[in-house]
């Protein structure tokens, strides 16, 4: 049952390149989409989210665009940093109080200088 | 920046022992849940608690899991016999009434 798919398991770029991730969903009734980033032997950090109302929502080097025509979703992050190197979950949620995340098998980028 | 905060990060048990997993969450959040991720797979939702009782649970969440608030502060994951399948990181994350989920680092569980 994958709800969300990361389909690219890992990227690489070279510094102050812009990085994307894409994530692709199945389930119509998500209507809460997140990004996680992820460093060996810590939890998942939130880097940035966006409602389904919306198509793109922006945060420093990091914005997430929202196709829902599509059921795609991507990261992008310009410029590219080396301490950007980590791994990015997508995650999504239905509406209701209780929220639990659905999430991708994650994609780990690597940043190069 | 609040935190949450796990306890242990690393436990080793042998097949059948029981194990505690413990998390210190965000004192005013208000929902509290239980990931997992098993090597290489994916993270999977194991368990919602809400108002000191469980909201949702998923299919993993069988008799063998338990998780209590014992002293309103405290979140724990009790697993009652472990089975190999069940080493994997466990994740303690806290929400309040908006989106965003604050995760703890991780109990790594290794099951022998």
């Known amino acids: 049952d994958q709800q969300v798919k990361q389909n690219s398991p890992s990227l690489s770029v070279q510094e102050g390149r812009i990085s994307i991730l894409n994530c692709d969903y199945t389930n119509s009734m998500f209507d809460y989409f997140l990004w996680y980033k992820k460093y060996p032997a810590e939890g998942p950090t939130f880097l940035i989210s966006i409602s389904s109302i919306k198509d793109k929502n922006e945060d420093g080097r990091f914005t997430v665009f929202l196709n829902k025509s599509a059921k795609h979703l991507s990261l992008h992050i310009v410029p590219s940093q080396p301490g950007d190197s980590a791994v990015y979950f997508c995650?999504?949620?239905?509406?209701?109080?209780?929220?639990?995340?659905?999430w991708g098998l994650g994609t780990s980028l690597a940043v190069n200088p | 920046e609040p935190e949450v905060t796990q306890t242990p990060s690393h436990q080793v048990t042998q097949m059948g022992q029981e194990v505690i997993l413990r998390c210190v969450p965000i004192?005013?959040?208000?929902?509290f849940y239980w990931y997992r991720q098993i090597l290489g797979q994916k993270v999977e939702f194991l368990v919602s608690?809400?108002?000191?009782?469980?909201?949702?649970k998923s299919e993993i969440f069988d008799d063998q899991f338990s998780v209590e608030r014992p002293d309103g502060s405290n979140f724990t994951l009790k697993i009652r016999s472990t089975k190999l399948e069940d080493s994997a990181m466990y994740f303690c994350a806290n929400r309040q009434t908006n989106y965003g989920y604050t995760f703890g680092s991780g109990t790594r569980l290794t099951v022998v």
């Open positions: 004192s005013n959040h208000l929902y």
């Open positions: 995650a999504a949620s239905e509406p209701g109080n209780n929220r639990k995340l659905i």
């Open positions: 608690f809400y108002n000191n009782e469980i909201s949702e």
